[in-house]
Each structure stands twice: as C-alpha cells, then as structure tokens.
C-alpha cells in the first residue's frame, strides 16, 4: 500500500479524498471511541490525537470503505465490523497542512462499531471516553454542570452581541433548542447542532483557533486534531437515532450479556438514564432477546440470566430497536 504522504504527493488537482473512523465501543459503562496519533504536520496547536484516518488510493483501494478499513488495520490492527458511511467533510482548512499550501482534503466519515479489543501499539492508539469531548451531553447523573457554569452564561453572552432585536431573538430560540434552556426539552440526538452551535458562537477550540485566536482558556471539552470532533458529533448522533430502530447496540455487546449489562451500554450511547422494568419490558415485548438458560457468576450480587441477541428480529419487523424514550427534566 502506498504511504499517505505518496497518495499526497499524486494529487493533481489540489483536492485529496480521506477516509476517517469514528470507532465506538463500551466499556466501563461510557461510550469509547478509539484514537490514533496524528502525523506531526496534521497536529492541531499540539493536539496530537485524533480518529484513524488515511488517503483514498485510486489505485489500491476498490472502494471508500476498503480503503478505510485497510487504514484502520494499519494503524490499529483492528478488523472493523459493523460500519456504515456517515457525511462527507469538506470545509476549509479542515487540515492544517491546507494553509501551508498543502492539498484540500474532504474527508469521507464513517461509525464503526466494535466490541473493544486491544491495539497492537498503545502509543500510538488508545481508547478514550467520548465525554471527553462532550462533557455536556453525559446527562445519566443529571444536567452536566458545565450547562449552567459555563456554557450557559457565555450563550447569554453571545445572543446580547447580536445587533438587532430579531438577530437576538433567533440565537436565543437556537440555543433553547438545542441545549435545552428556557423550559425546552432536551433532545439527546442533537450533538451535532450543539457543537456547531458552540462552534459558531466561538465557544470551542477549534472555533478559536480558526479565528486565530488563543483557543487554550476554554472549558467547553478537550479537541482533537482537524475537525475529528465535529466527525465525532456526527457519529454520535447518528448512533444515539439508530439505537432506537435499528439493533446496532447488540453490534457492542458481548455474544451473551445481562439485561442490566445491555442496559447500562444503551445509557452510555444515549447519555441518560432509563427505568429499569420499562427497559426489561420494551426489550421482552420487541423480542430483541432469549435467554440462554445460563447464569452469570460474574455480576457481584445476585447471579444474573443470560441472555443472546434474536437475529431473527431483524426479519420480523422493519425497525427493531431499543425504542425506550430519552426523558431528561426541562431546564429553565
């Protein structure tokens, strides 16, 4: 396979199509996505990791997805499963190599899924808690505390700068909706929109950095290099709608598995907490399940059931998911 900076070196036109990963597990009850890395001239103001990513090859790669499941083979020694095509990436600058006169790169995303494994080189790829970088979108313990400590007020900042009453009134219906403010409910599938938002209004690193301005004060979740968040926003809420119609979650979890263990992985995508019975009972009632009639040493209390994903659900209804509404309280 040719190296990325050969791929690179044979773009003609200026433009280079990437293929970039974001790779999700659980583990420890939070939803792990999976980080190479970076190429020093690809680093972002010393951000040194970001998601598996490498060049399309014309030549050696008969399609995206093959080219990216060889990128991520290569740099991680992991053998994707599931994956499905996300967005494709395309705005300027995305890569920092691009204002030193470096090709254009539009990068085609994807979300793989992946029970996690190890890596061949923790040094250079490593698990890491999505929360991380989305500190405000973990509500299983309640409304985050950055919402009100500092999010919050620097919207409020944000809107008052606006000029004209209408422009005031439109930031200010944006936020509510997508953070959930002024008694509006908060919808757990809009990461993307709460980023951009926050993007928009200067409120992240990456923001900032754009701006040329010093992005290092800022509290609002740690960056990764080039616009790997803003990709990461993508596979998040694409994957917190999926779960509910579409038996994705099982593609994270064990062959067999507790129904409290399933549980708590559906929480650690959604980022709420569900009811137990009304949980076990949308779980029995769309047959997403059977038992296996063994016992679970290993749950520190009382031995728990096993239970086995029914692939046969697949073919008895077109949507079958874990439809258990995401409630969180309304904020003011």
């Known amino acids: 396979m040719k190296t ?18 974001a790779i999700v597990a659980v583990a420890d009850e939070a939803p792990q996505i999976l980080l190479v890395r970076a190429p020093a001239g690809a680093q972002t ?8 990513c490498g060049p399309f090859d014309p030549a050696g790669h008969r399609t995206f997805e093959e080219g990216l499941r060889s990128w991520v083979r290569e740099q991680t020694d992991l053998h994707l499963g599931y994956a499905e095509q996300l967005y494709t990436f395309g705005d300027r600058f995305r890569d920092p190599q691009e204002r030193v006169g470096g090709p254009r790169p539009i990068s085609v995303g994807y979300v793989a899924l992946l029970r996690q494994t190890d890596v061949k080189n923790p040094a250079e790829a490593t698990w890491v808690d999505c929360y991380r970088y989305f500190p405000w979108e973990d509500w299983r313990d309640g409304a985050p505390p950055i919402l009100d400590a500092v999010i919050g007020p620097q919207l409020n900042q944000w809107i008052n700068e606006a000029g ?26 809009r990461v993307l929109d709460r980023y951009e938002l926050l993007y928009e209004a200067g409120l992240v690193f990456e923001s900032a950095l754009d701006r040329g301005k010093e992005g290092g004060e800022l509290r609002t979740g740690a960056a990764l290099t ?4 803003r990709i990461l926003a993508t596979a998040m809420g694409r994957l917190r709608a999926k779960i509910k119609y579409r038996p994705v979650i099982f593609e994270l979890m064990a062959p067999t598995f507790t129904l409290f263990q399933l549980q708590r992985a ?3 995508l959604s980022g709420a907490r569900l009811h137990k019975q009304n949980f076990r009972r949308l779980v029995a009632h769309e047959g997403l399940v059977e038992a296996t009639g063994q016992i679970s040493p290993q749950t520190g209390g009382r031995p728990a059931e096993l239970f086995r994903f029914r692939r046969e659900v697949v073919h008895e209804r077109p949507a079958p998911g874990v439809r258990v509404p995401v409630r969180v309280k309304k904020r003011t």
Do not use: C, Y
Request: net charge positive; proline share 5%; no cysteine.
């Open 4 to 21: 990325p900076e050969a791929i690179r070196a044979g773009a003609v036109t200026g433009v280079v199509i990437e293929l970039s990963a």
């Open 45 to 52: 103001a010393g951000h040194q990791m970001g998601l598996p």
């Open 266 to 268: 559906v929480e650690a």
């Open 164 to 189: 004209a009453k209408p422009d005031k009134q439109r930031r200010r219906e944006r936020v509510n909706l997508a953070f959930g403010f002024g008694g509006t409910a908060w919808d757990n599938e």
């Open 226 to 229: 080039k616009d790997h968040r």
